[in-house]
C-alpha cells in the first residue's frame, strides 16, 4: 500500500495540521490501495502563505520565460522517464484501463510540459506599439498566486493543464487534488524536488469540499483554476465574482457524434468507442449522444451496440480491458440511477442495464439506449459513465439542431466520408472543441467550452493568457 503522511509545501515535506487521513481505494478490489492526509484549512494557510511568498518575493516570477521555460524542459524529461510509472498509478487508484492510462493519462500531461517549455524558450515579455505621443510598451505579467483544483476522472491531465502554463507564465501554484486520487500528485512532488523548481512554486494538499472552498475563497490567492461539475463551477464563480478574482472554469458536456449517411461505419466504430467510452465513460468530451438519420438509424444502432459489446470489461491493469470500473460506489449507484431514468422515461436498453457485471468492484454494464429523443434526461443531463444513447435525425440541418440544443457546449465530432463536408458541420455545431472522424486533444491548441461547459480556455497559447495580467506602458521622451 503507498502510504505518505505529509504534505509537499514550501519545496518540502511538512506534518499537516490535522490527523485526518484519506483512504483511496481501488475501484477494481473495493481494497484501500493508499493513504494519504486529508487537508485542512490550516494546511491550506500553509499552502497559500508558501506560495505568496516565493510569488512576492521569490526568483521563479522574475526570472526570464525562457529560463522559466527550461527548468519546466527538465520537469519534462524527468517526466518522460516515469510516464510508465504514473500510468500505473492513475489505473490503480481510479480505474482507468491501462491501454488508456498509457495512451493519455500520463503522456498527454508530458505534451503539454514539451509544448509550453518549447513555446516559452522565444516568447516575449514585451512588444513595442506605436502611440498618439510615443511608444507604448505591452508587457505581460503573471497573475499571481493560482488555486488548481482538479477532479479524479484525468487526474493529471487536468493538472498539467493548469500547472503547466502557470509555471511557464511565473506564477505560483497550490494544487487541491480530488481526495479519490491524491497519490499521482505525490509522484508529480517528487518529479518536482527531482527538477529543483524554487520552494513555494507548486505546492500540493489534498483534501476535500469544505477544505477546497476555503481555498478557493482565501485573500492570498489571485485566480482559481477549475475542472469539475457545472455546479461546482458555478459556486466557485460566484466566490470569485465577490472578491474579482480571475477565475477559469472547465465544467461538463454532453457532446454529440453526428454520424452522417456516407460514414463508414465499419470504419468509424474504433475511433467512436473512444470518443465515447474513453475512460469508461468518466470524460467530460465523451461522445454519449449518437445522432443518427432515420435513413439509417438500425444500421448505425447495430454498429454502435455491436462497438460496445466488443469491449472487454474487467480489472483495468489488464491490458486487454477496454471498460474497466467506475472511481467510486457512489458514481456506480449515480449511473446505474440514470440507467432506472431512460428505462422509465421509455427508451429501450438495446445492451447493457442494470444487470452488474461483477459482484466485486464498482462495475456497471457498458449500455446503449434506442428510441431516445434529445428532450430526455438521459440525453440532456451529464451521466460520466459507459451509457450512450441514440438519437435519430430527420437530415443535416435537424442534425446540427440537435447537438446545439443542449446546455452544454464543450466536445462534439462528426462521422463521414467527406472531410471539408464535415468541416462544414463542424462550423455550425457551438462547442469549444470538434473532431471529423476524430476526437483530439492538442497541447497547442485551445480547449475549453460554450454555455454551461465553461468559461476561458486552456492549452495553446490561449492557455498562457489565462494565467497572465497586461499592463500597457506609455512614454513621453
Known amino acids: 500500500m503507498r502510504q505518505h503522511d505529509k504534505l509537499f ?14 483512504e483511496v481505494v481501488s475501484p477494481h478490489t473495493e481494497e484501500v490501495v493508499g ?9 491550506m494557510d500553509r499552502a497559500v502563505a508558501a506560495a505568496r511568498e516565493a510569488f512576492d518575493h521569490g526568483p521563479w516570477p522574475r526570472l526570464t520565460f525562457a529560463e522559466r521555460a527550461e527548468a519546466i524542459g527538465r520537469l519534462a524529461e524527468i517526466y518522460a522517464a516515469r510516464q510508465a510509472d504514473m500510468a500505473a498509478l492513475i489505473t490503480e ?15 498527454q500531461p508530458l505534451s503539454m510540459l514539451q509544448f509550453y517549455a518549447e513555446y516559452g524558450r522565444t516568447f516575449e515579455q514585451e512588444d513595442q506599439r506605436p502611440g498618439l505621443f510615443g511608444p507604448i510598451t505591452v508587457r505581460r505579467e503573471p497573475v499571481g498566486v493560482v488555486a488548481a483544483v482538479v477532479p479524479w476522472n484525468v487526474p493529471q491531465f487536468v493538472s498539467m493543464t493548469k500547472i503547466a502554463p502557470a ?24 518529479m518536482v524536488l527531482e527538477a529543483g523548481l524554487p520552494p513555494g512554486v507548486l505546492n500540493i494538499v489534498p483534501a476535500g469540499r ?12 489571485d485566480k482559481v483554476a477549475f475542472t ?51 475512460n469508461n465513460g468518466q470524460a467530460c468530451v465523451a461522445q454519449t449522444r449518437i445522432l443518427a438519420s432515420r435513413n439509417r438509424y438500425d444500421e448505425v444502432l447495430d454498429a454502435v451496440t455491436a462497438m460496445v459489446s ?11 480491458t477496454g471498460i474497466g470500473p467506475l472511481v467510486a460506489k457512489r458514481q456506480q449507484e449515480r449511473v446505474e440511477g440514470y440507467i432506472r431514468i431512460g428505462m422509465d422515461e421509455g427508451a429501450k436498453v438495446a445492451i447493457g442495464g442494470l444487470d452488474r457485471p461483477y459482484d466485486r468492484g464498482w462495475y456497471v454494464a457498458p449500455t446503449v439506449f434506442s428510441g431516445v429523443t434529445n428532450d430526455m434526461r438521459i440525453a440532456r443531463e451529464e451521466i460520466f459513465g459507459p451509457v450512450l444513447a441514440v438519437i435519430p435525425y430527420e437530415d443535416e440541418a435537424d442534425a446540427v439542431r440537435i447537438a446545439n ?39 497547442n491548441a485551445p480547449f475549453g467550452g460554450y454555455k454551461a461547459s465553461g468559461v476561458g480556455r486552456e492549452l495553446g497559447p490561449e492557455g498562457l493568457n489565462g494565467y497572465l495580467e497586461l499592463k500597457s506602458i506609455s512614454r513621453l521622451g
Open 210 to 221: 469544505e477544505t477546497g472552498e476555503h481555498l478557493v475563497s482565501h485573500p492570498g490567492v
Open 93 to 107: 487508484e481510479m480505474g482507468s484501463p491501462i491501454t488508456f492510462s498509457q495512451l493519455a493519462q500520463a503522456p
Open 310 to 320: 466488443s469491449q472487454q470489461v474487467g480489472d483495468p491493469a489488464d491490458a486487454a
Open 167 to 190: 509555471l511557464l507564465a511565473g506564477c505560483t501554484i497550490v494544487l487541491k487534488p480530488a481526495p479519490e486520487t491524491p497519490l499521482d500528485a505525490y509522484l508529480l512532488a517528487e
Open 35 to 43: 493513504r494519504v492526509p486529508d487537508g485542512t484549512p490550516a494546511d
Open 9 to 22: 509545501i514550501g519545496g518540502d515535506w511538512v506534518t499537516p495540521a490535522g490527523t485526518r487521513t484519506i
Open 228 to 278: 469539475g461539475s457545472t455546479a461546482a463551477g458555478r459556486r466557485i464563480a460566484s466566490i470569485c465574482g465577490e472578491q474579482l478574482k480571475r477565475y477559469s472554469l472547465e465544467l461538463g458536456g454532453k457532446s454529440a457524434a453526428i454520424v452522417l449517411d456516407d460514414a463508414d461505419l465499419a470504419a468509424s466504430m474504433g475511433m467512436l468507442a473512444i470518443a465515447s467510452l474513453m
Open 405 to 443: 440544443d443542449s446546455d452544454y457546449g464543450l466536445c462534439g465530432t462528426v462521422w463521414t466520408a467527406d472531410a471539408e463536408h464535415g468541416m462544414d458541420i463542424a462550423r455550425q455545431v457551438r462547442t469549444g472543441t470538434y473532431g471529423v472522424n476524430c476526437l483530439m486533444l492538442e497541447a
